[in-house]
């Protein structure tokens, strides 16, 4: 059974920092490309920023870009997101998941080409 557990979010005021993590089992984790994706209150969720099996390529969202950091450790089958410089737009509820193919591009990460969804890890920021 594919399971994902999120953590790390939290309350933090303008121009903190957070870092969460995503640790997932029952999957090859190194097998599959890896997202964030996130959700406000009232909105959609949309993908934050996506990572190749290998990092070998990255991908941001424009309103996160320049202050996310996206990463991996796949001998620990955990994904990891660097939030710095955060913002009240960026309060949401953060999920991770596994693409079900080569999905790692902005026009690929919606929650159609992913899988394995956590309960998410909520990030609220203070103004």
């Known amino acids: 059974q594919v399971q994902v557990v999120e953590s790390g979010g939290g309350l933090v005021q303008t121009g903190g920092s957070l870092r969460l993590s995503c640790t997932a089992s029952?999957?090859?984790?190194?097998?599959?490309?890896m997202a964030w994706f996130r959700q406000a209150p009232g909105k959609e969720r949309e993908g934050v920023s996506c990572?190749?099996?290998?990092?070998?390529?990255?991908y941001y969202g424009d309103s996160v870009k320049g202050r996310f950091t996206i990463s991996r450790g796949n001998a620990k089958n955990t994904l990891y997101l660097q939030m710095n410089s955060l913002k009240p737009e960026d309060t949401a509820i953060y999920y991770c998941?596994?693409?079900?193919?080569?999905?790692?591009?902005?026009?690929?990460?919606?929650?159609?080409?992913?899988?394995?969804w956590g309960q998410g890890t909520q990030v609220t920021v203070s103004s």
């Open positions: 998941a596994a693409a079900r193919g080569s999905f790692c591009s902005i026009g690929d990460m919606n929650e159609y080409n992913y899988f394995a």
């Open positions: 029952g999957l090859r984790f190194d097998d599959y490309d």
């Open positions: 990572i190749t099996r290998y990092d070998v390529t990255r």
